[in-house]
């Protein structure tokens, strides 16, 4: 081809034409990227897809489910979230998903107890989770627990002036109550004295701060409660030692001081009350795995815990060195709450928790800190029948690097040694044959 002025300024034009093209392209992949989420799976062991529990899980679903993503729109999140339910879609196209903006509506936030964005409430008929963050282990959980989930009925002892669960004041726990409520729980509060019995379909009991004595025949129908398996809350006042004797013995619960102190309050709090305690030192406890700020504690109640030997106590609030007991020396920490669970005969555990405090989940006090979260968490762990959960989501072999002392000797001794020898020995080589 013969090359003159116009030959040149057609090259070049379609040099431009074509570079226009490609960033055209690539600028189009790149929006479409931004909106739309398609891939494939061709690894061997389909690892981003769903696992085969939870292929299995689904299969077995009655009824839509719903997630609700509390996420930040076109955040980091939102497209985690996204990517999630479409692999749940594969499986479950009916899957519902509702996303909140946290900052556009923090009173959904409020309303659903959520504590920070990325957490989501899976929902099948009136029963609904919560879910910590957008993971398959998580949702499939959830959903297999409410799948699983039979009405689950919570009481209460609303005789002698305790905290009443659906109540209005300040040291009732109503807000507790409602939340509760709207993940399906049933609420009843007993009147043992009128209606001497404790139903059978009992979940939960509940038992905060009796005002006066509880006659010899009410205390023998918590006993036979508890005896029978029953799950207990109980939301321990001092004066309860004196209340509900027998129910302390049986539990080997006393307690040891009360009120505990906090120093820090005035600074951290603005009050000056000390009896306000900051509790954010937690213990390994399945209830305090999603709890990641202090939970306030008012005026709460040192314990101690010395159950029969059948029971498996666990620590669940404990006080840190800062805590302090008035006129006492306390060795700290020292424990303001904790489980027992213990096995039956039915292949069920039966679950107790003692909280040397009961304000902190009343109307006054459950909005502060991780109160609500923590109040929600545990009663979840208490009505839940303590069957082993299936591993979702288990890791595939090849993600996982496992070595044995040799070959971990070889790998370092030749990328920290060898490597750097071999290197400089190619180098005084290339310069040796360079001088030549």
């Known amino acids: 081809m013969r090359m003159n002025t116009r030959t040149r300024w057609l090259l070049r034009f379609n040099a431009v034409l074509f570079t226009a093209g490609v960033l055209v392209a690539l600028a189009a992949l790149g929006w479409l990227s931004?909106?739309?989420?398609?891939?494939?799976?061709?690894?061997?062991?389909?690892?981003?897809?769903?696992?085969?529990?939870?292929?299995?899980?689904?299969?077995?679903?009655?009824?839509?489910?719903?997630?609700?993503?509390?996420?930040?729109?076109?955040?980091?999140?939102?497209?985690?979230?996204?990517?999630?339910v479409l692999r749940y879609r594969a499986h479950a196209p009916d899957l519902e998903l509702e996303r909140v903006d946290p900052h556009r509506?923090?009173?959904?936030?409020?309303?659903?107890?959520?504590?920070?964005?990325?957490?989501?409430?899976?929902?099948?008929?009136?029963?609904?989770?919560?879910?910590?963050?957008?993971?398959?282990?998580?949702?499939?959980?959830?959903?297999?627990r409410l799948m699983q989930a039979s009405p689950r009925s919570l009481a209460w002892v609303n005789d002698h002036g305790q905290r009443d669960l659906q109540g209005q004041?300040?040291?009732?726990?109503?807000?507790?109550?409602?939340?509760?409520?709207?993940?399906?729980?049933?609420?009843?509060?007993?009147?043992?004295?009128?209606?001497?019995?404790?139903?059978?379909?009992?979940?939960?009991?509940?038992?905060?701060?009796?005002?006066?004595?509880?006659?010899?025949?009410?205390?023998?129908?918590?006993?036979?409660?508890?005896?029978?398996?029953?799950?207990?809350?109980?939301?321990?006042?001092?004066?309860?030692?004196?209340?509900?004797?027998?129910?302390?013995?049986?539990?080997?619960?006393?307690?040891?001081?009360?009120?505990?102190?906090?120093?820090?309050?005035?600074?951290?709090?603005?009050?000056?009350?000390?009896?306000?305690?900051?509790?954010?030192?937690?213990?390994?406890?399945?209830?305090?795995?999603?709890?990641q700020g202090p939970v306030l504690l008012p005026w709460a109640a040192a314990l101690e815990v010395e159950p029969p030997a059948d029971w498996e106590i666990r620590p669940l609030l404990q006080g840190a060195d800062h805590h302090e007991l008035p006129d006492r020396d306390a060795t700290t920490p020292f424990l303001l709450?904790?489980?027992?669970?213990?096995?039956?005969?039915?292949?069920?555990?039966?679950?107790?928790?003692?909280?040397?405090?009961?304000?902190?989940?009343?109307?006054?006090?459950?909005?502060?800190?991780?109160?609500?979260?923590?109040?929600?968490?545990?009663v979840d762990w208490l009505t839940d029948p303590g069957d082993a959960e299936i591993d979702y989501a288990a890791p595939s072999p090849d993600q996982r690097l496992d070595m044995g002392p040799v070959a971990v000797g070889v790998v370092g001794f030749g990328f920290l040694l060898g490597l750097p020898l071999l290197l400089a020995l190619l180098g005084g080589l290339a310069w040796w044959r360079g001088r030549r």
């Open 337 to 378: 709450g904790a489980t027992l669970e213990r096995p039956l005969d039915d292949d069920r555990r039966q679950r107790v928790a003692v909280i040397g405090d009961g304000d902190f989940l009343s109307n006054q006090f459950i909005g502060n800190a991780g109160n609500r979260k923590l109040g929600l968490a545990l």
């Open 34 to 84: 931004q909106r739309f989420v398609l891939s494939w799976d061709w690894t061997g062991q389909q690892q981003t897809a769903l696992s085969d529990e939870s292929v299995q899980l689904l299969e077995r679903l009655e009824g839509t489910p719903r997630i609700t993503a509390f996420v930040t729109p076109d955040g980091e999140l939102a497209t985690q979230v996204e990517r999630l």
């Open 105 to 144: 509506e923090p009173e959904r936030l409020r309303e659903a107890g959520i504590s920070h964005e990325g957490e989501l409430l899976v929902q099948l008929g009136d029963q609904r989770e919560h879910v910590p963050a957008p993971t398959e282990a998580y949702v499939s959980r959830a959903l297999d």
């Open 169 to 291: 004041a300040n040291h009732d726990l109503g807000q507790l109550g409602a939340g509760l409520e709207d993940q399906g729980y049933d609420l009843q509060g007993l009147s043992l004295v009128r209606h001497p019995v404790i139903p059978g379909d009992t979940t939960l009991l509940v038992l905060s701060g009796p005002q006066v004595d509880l006659l010899d025949g009410e205390q023998q129908l918590i006993q036979r409660y508890l005896e029978g398996g029953g799950n207990l809350l109980w939301l321990l006042e001092p004066e309860d030692m004196a209340r509900l004797p027998e129910l302390a013995e049986t539990l080997g619960v006393s307690v040891t001081g009360h009120p505990v102190q906090d120093p820090r309050t005035e600074a951290l709090l603005g009050v000056d009350d000390p009896g306000l305690s900051l509790v954010d030192d937690h213990p390994d406890h399945p209830v305090m795995a999603d709890i």
